[in-house]
């Protein structure tokens, strides 16, 4: 099982960037996926991007895909997400996870996903 804890969030204005980091702790396969997924006040869960712990392996919902860009740092085992040109529709709580099965079983919330706590980004108009 892995542990895993956001940090990050803040207020900011649209048009802006913010960068949220995830420390991972605990046993980090080269097998698991880690990513962000995100919710909104009176919406559902949904994902964001996500990175394989070990080869050069990546995926983005469409809603971010050319803002936002997913990192990792394996020695220190962390999980970067640079969000810029950030919009209102992006304030939501946003949620480290991370899955054995890799990044699409992690995109699909598959047995075996850990979470975080959560952190709370507010973009401003």
């Known amino acids: 099982q892995v542990q895993l804890v956001e940090s990050g969030g803040v207020l900011v204005q649209a048009g802006g960037s913010l960068r949220l980091s995830c420390t991972a702790s605990?046993?980090?396969?080269?097998?698991?996926?880690v990513g962000w997924f995100r919710q909104a006040p009176g919406k559902e869960r949904e994902f964001v991007a996500a990175i394989s712990w070990s080869v050069y392996s990546l995926t983005y919902a469409d809603s971010v895909k050319g803002r936002f860009t997913i990192s990792r740092d394996n020695a220190k085992k962390m999980v970067y997400l640079q969000m810029n040109s950030l919009k209102p529709e992006d304030t939501a709580v946003y949620y480290c996870?991370?899955?054995?099965?890799?990044?699409?079983?992690?995109?699909?919330?598959?047995?075996?996903?850990?979470w975080g706590q959560g952190t709370q980004v507010t973009v401003s108009s």
């Open positions: 605990g046993r980090t396969a080269n097998t698991y996926g």
């Open positions: 996870a991370a899955n054995p099965g890799g990044i699409y079983m992690l995109r699909d919330i598959s047995a075996g996903t850990s």
